[in-house]
């Protein structure tokens, strides 16, 4: 297994030294209205686990850890250890470190939520797979999508689950839109519409680097759309350009653009449309609609109230929708962390899974590509670009200048992945991986 943590960690712990404070906390849990939907069963294991961050995500899921019924966060790390100090106090955590790796070799911790920046995403995942350590990663899994392979595979083969952070597949509004289309509520899907933009554009320096508006904002509507469809998709057009904030047409790729549309084809001549934008002046708008052969199923915007103004000037909601996406997905945030949880205390898959993640990738990379070559992009193509030599060492093609010896182009992404060893032969064929060996063979 490669593995470079240890050039990980330094970048990531900002060259403060390492060490570990233990407490000993004997203060109750912060109270929380959080809703824990998980039955407590003395039966069950008791899981140990431990957060990288200690950032606004890393908060999140920690108070939701804390509330969940067999599960025990032991350790906790922040770069500022500062941070990682005042969190451990606030949630009766007895230790704290400014190291990832401290948490990841912990004699005690089963499960490591991953909360740092995306550029670390990787070598973490790999690094608690080495250590036969449980993941849940924010998204994105890795900066480019032969990371993302590599620190799949090492999860499979040491045979931990990963899932990922795709929160929106947990918000109760597009949960109860896809139950309607697994019911026949609206018939057979048609048309899939999604938007999302954003109450106002963020800086510069955030949009630099950011690998662009499709994989760093539209990856989760891209998502949104298998996830309502059902199925893998075929190809994809897409289109980009700046209104908002015209400092960032001097960025390359996709960066370049703060608004953009996606037609993504599914099978059996399934549509569906994304649009997003960096900005719009009525506050954070996620919406979501499927048209069926029996009638149509929309969502609306989440408003921190129900109020309605009537005047002879005005009717509507009083207050605008939520202008943040901590707040707008808060209960999603925590929905998550609950199922992940639920899933390490009794041993049964992760409901959003590392090939989740991978696909999602492949979406947003393809619409990247369609936009600045002007076509439609087959996601067989992204997943040709990828060649491994072995399950954790991959490489773009397109970042080498010959092709490797015996070079066979994978077909559909099963073909980058190695089945998971926590998986029983009897699971395989109703399993994630199962369903990827059709991905993208149409």
């Excluded at 970048?11 to 939907?37: A, C, D, Y």
């Excluded at 499979?156 to 509004?173: T, Y």
Aim: hydrophobic share 40%.
């Amino acid at each position: 297994l490669f593995l470079a943590t240890a050039a990980v960690i330094d970048g990531f712990s900002n060259n403060s030294p390492s060490f570990i404070v233990n407490k000993n906390i004997h203060e109750s849990k912060t109270s929380s209205s959080l809703f824990m939907t998980v039955e407590e069963n003395t039966n069950q294991k008791n899981i140990k686990v431990g957060v990288i961050g200690c950032g606004r995500i890393g908060l999140v899921h920690l108070e939701a850890i804390t509330k969940a019924p067999n599960v025990t966060p032991v350790i906790i790390s922040n770069p500022t250890v500062s941070k990682a100090e005042a969190a451990a106090s606030q949630y009766g955590v007895s230790k704290f470190s400014s190291e990832a790796m401290d948490v990841i070799t912990d004699p005690e911790v089963d499960a490591v939520w991953i909360c740092s920046p995306s550029s670390f995403h990787a070598e973490q995942i790999k690094a608690c797979a080495a250590n036969g350590k449980h993941v849940f990663c924010e998204k994105p899994i890795a900066t480019d999508l032969s990371e993302t392979v590599e620190a799949i595979n090492a999860c499979n083969e040491a045979g931990v689950k990963l899932m990922i952070g795709l929160q929106r597949r947990f918000d109760q509004n597009f949960v109860r839109v896809r139950s309607a289309i697994e019911g026949s509520e609206v018939g057979e899907p048609i048309m899939i519409k999604l938007c999302s933009r954003d109450p106002s554009p963020p800086p510069f320096e955030y949009v630099k680097g950011g690998g662009g508006i499709f994989a760093d904002m539209a990856v989760h509507d891209l998502d949104m759309t298998r996830f309502l469809a059902g199925q893998d998709p075929i190809d994809i057009l897409a289109i980009g350009s700046c209104h908002i904030d015209k400092s960032i047409e001097v960025l390359d790729g996709s960066e370049k653009f703060d608004t953009a549309s996606c037609l993504v084809r599914y099978p059996n001549g399934v549509q569906a449309m994304v649009d997003v934008c960096r900005q719009s002046s009525y506050g954070y708008d996620q919406r979501a609609e499927v048209l069926g052969t029996k009638g149509m199923i929309a969502t609306d915007n989440v408003y921190p109230n129900t109020a309605k103004i009537f005047k002879n000037d005005f009717t509507g909601n009083a207050d605008m929708p939520y202008d943040f996406f901590l707040s707008r997905y808060n209960e999603a945030y925590v929905t998550e962390t609950i199922a992940f949880c639920k899933s390490l205390v009794n041993d049964t898959p992760v409901p959003c899974t590392g090939e989740d993640g991978l696909v999602a990738l492949i979406m947003a990379i393809a619409a990247d590509k369609s936009a600045e070559e002007n076509r439609w992009v087959s996601f067989q193509e992204i997943v040709q670009s990828v060649y491994c030599s072995s399950p954790t060492e991959c490489e773009l093609l397109s970042q080498s200048e010959l092709f490797p010896e015996g070079f066979r182009p994978a077909t559909d992404a099963a073909d980058l992945l190695v089945e998971s060893k926590e998986k029983s032969s009897e699971e395989e064929e109703d399993s994630v991986m199962g369903r990827f060996k059709k991905l993208f063979s149409s």
